[in-house]
């Protein structure tokens, strides 16, 4: 296999707090080929976010990367002074957020923000800019586009100003972009339109892109590859498909239990017990194991490695949903 | 927003009526200025024709309306004590104290927002710690002492700088104002710091405040994912965003450093209109008392206007129309 675009190795992204080190993030491993579509799934608070963030060396005091290697192209970005990581922003890695009505500054128009992101990186005039621009705006499929560059963002529905966002993710043709549940705050007819531009987009121009949702449905339809977060770490990645239908852990397990289909109409909808444990304090053992139905002694004695238990699929669990194990 | 401005306007003339009411009410219950201005010696009928000349043999309502017939042309009375037009003595003053007032607002500003912003910034340096404890001191200290101590530290002690009144005069694209010479810099700076001091406080911990507040917002982030400069992000997308608080704040500053100008203009001897009004105070000259107050309104309601205006430019959501209901 060729180089991956973007390769995460055991990153570690820490909350040195008054109360203790938080650990967002702790150890997360995942790589992403060109191209390629991959779901970072989680419960809130499963440090999905912070894992974005610490990728754009984004992350603010009092937190921290501490420990791990983003590998962009080869290049380790973690270290790298800051100067360096402002000209990969936006540049080569892009990013999209999640509530649109928040992510455009509100007191200026949009061409000043799409502009002004263009030159950050190119050393062009502002006309050049600005039909770029304009040019991205058409590609997210927002009408007369040359109109619309001059209006503020207030001027815009919830789900155009997603698509202004994607706009100005796309407007430097990154390498990879991380969207970081770009359709939770829409509606969802909008919902399904953005899925559908975002990964046609991303197929057309070979962006891979990074999919940082709570919810497995949409991921289900999009991703090609997916990790699956809880407390901080990967509890579980593989090919998607093998992940939805063949789930190791008994999280992934539980969380795919928990989505509401029809043909468990009328009966409760499951749940997993408890909630998540407090990233301050972690269980020396495995962080799910007071809520997992499968929990044994040995489970509370160490951290479970991750495991590859079929080809391409890993789990960190030592009892997994294997055939023909307990 | 014409529209917006002409019923603006409207409304101030009313303004302006209530608190002609109020103004003159107030001033005819401080006291009766023919005790003051006439001689104890004169006799009763002197006392009458003096009595009659001032107008103050009418009631009180019927005064108030020779008052407002007069205002409608432009007349606001006669000083009792210089028998000049109120208005004029007024006007003669207000540049002094304009410029005292413009000097002091650049300075906070100048002061004020950069020492905010780093504060806001960086919030844990030392640095940032003395601005803050530094602002608190500048708006507890009370403005007379702040200016007693300008005076003997800077005029008595160090011997930089003169104490008292306004220097020479120069005059700039007709404009004539002692901050165009020396003499005259070297007479407005201390009045202006001591007037400057409180307002500079202000300024610096709203600018921190909006500063801290909008660092966290989302627009600041994404603008940092897309790869801006720490020196963009701060000076575009934060800085317009506290603008907006910064704009009211200041825009009721002005208004307040121009009718409050009082204490530091007594303490400097500064001849502008705060000291004019102390002293018509002192010998109940009602015309000019309420020539000065109507002033001031008048400015509230201008500065006001201004600000609203300011407003509609830096924030677009806003728009300047009336909200019915």
Known sequence: MSQPTLAVRDLKTHFFTRGGVVKAVDGVSFQIGK??????????????SITGFSILGLVDPPGRVVEGEILLKGENLVGQPDERLRAVRGNRIAMIFQDPMMTLNPVLRIDTQMIEAVQAHHDVGADVARARARDALGRVGIPSPEERLNAYPH???????????????????????????????????????????????????????????????????????????????????????????????????????????????????????????????????????????????????????????????????????????? | MTVFIVRRLMQSVVILLVMSV??????????????????????????????????????????????????????????????????????????????????????????????????????????????????????????????????????????????????????????????????????????????????????????RAGVRETLLQDYVKFARAKGLTHRRVVGVHVLKNILIPLVTVVGLEIGGLIAFAVVTESIFAWPGMGKLIIDSINQLDRPVMVAYLMMIVFLFIVINLVVDVLYSVIDPRVRLQDVKG
């Open chain 1, 35 to 48: 191209g390629r579509i991959l779901g970072l799934v989680g419960e809130s608070g499963s440090g999905k």
């Open chain 1, 155 to 326: 001027q815009f529905s919830g789900g155009m100003r997603q698509r202004v966002a994607i706009a100005i993710a796309l407007l430097n043709n990154p390498e990879v972009i991380i969207a970081d549940e770009p359709t939770t705050a829409l509606d969802v007819t909008i919902q399904g339109q953005i899925l559908y531009e975002v990964q046609k987009l991303c197929r057309e121009t070979g962006t891979s892109l990074i999919w940082i949702t709570h919810d497995l449905s949409v991921v289900a339809g999009l991703a090609d590859d997916i990790c699956v977060m809880y407390a901080g770490k990967i509890v579980e990645s593989g090919p998607i498909d093998d992940v939805l239908d063949r789930s190791l852990h008994p999280y992934t397990k539980g969380l795919l239990g928990s989505v509401p289909s029809r043909n468990k109409r009328g009966s409760p909808l499951a749940q997993i017990p408890g909630m998540t444990p407090s990233l301050l304090s972690l269980p020396s053992g495995c962080p799910f194991a007071d809520r997992c139905p499968r929990v044994q002694d040995d489970c509370r004695a160490a951290l479970p490695p991750m495991v590859e238990y079929r080809p391409g699929q890993a789990a960190r669990c030592i009892h997994p949903h294997v055939e023909g194990r307990a």
């Open chain 2, 22 to 207: 109020i103004v003159f009410l107030g001033v005819f219950a401080i006291g009766n200025p023919v005790d003051i201005l006439i001689s104890p010696d004169a006799d009763q009928m002197e006392r009458e024709r003096a009595i009659r000349a001032l107008g103050l043999d009418l009631p009180l309502w019927e005064q108030y309306f020779v008052f407002l017939r007069n205002a409608a042309v432009g007349d606001l009375g006669r000083s009792f004590v210089f028998n000049e037009p109120a208005l004029r003595l007024i006007f003669e003053r207000m540049p002094a104290t304009l410029e005292l007032a413009f000097t002091a607002v650049v300075l906070s500003l100048v002061v004020g927002i950069p020492l905010g912003l780093y504060a806001g910034l960086k919030p844990q340096t030392a640095t940032s710690k003395g601005i803050m404890a530094g602002s608190i001191v500048g708006f507890s200290l009370p403005s007379f002492w702040q200016g007693l101590m300008f005076i003997m530290v800077f005029a008595v002690m160090l011997g930089w700088l003169p104490s008292t009144g306004r220097g020479q005069v120069g005059s700039f694209l007709g404009i004539k104002s002692s901050l165009f010479t020396r003499d005259g810099l070297a007479h407005v700076i201390l009045p202006a710091i001591n007037l400057a001091l409180g307002n500079a406080a202000l300024i610096i911990r709203l600018t």
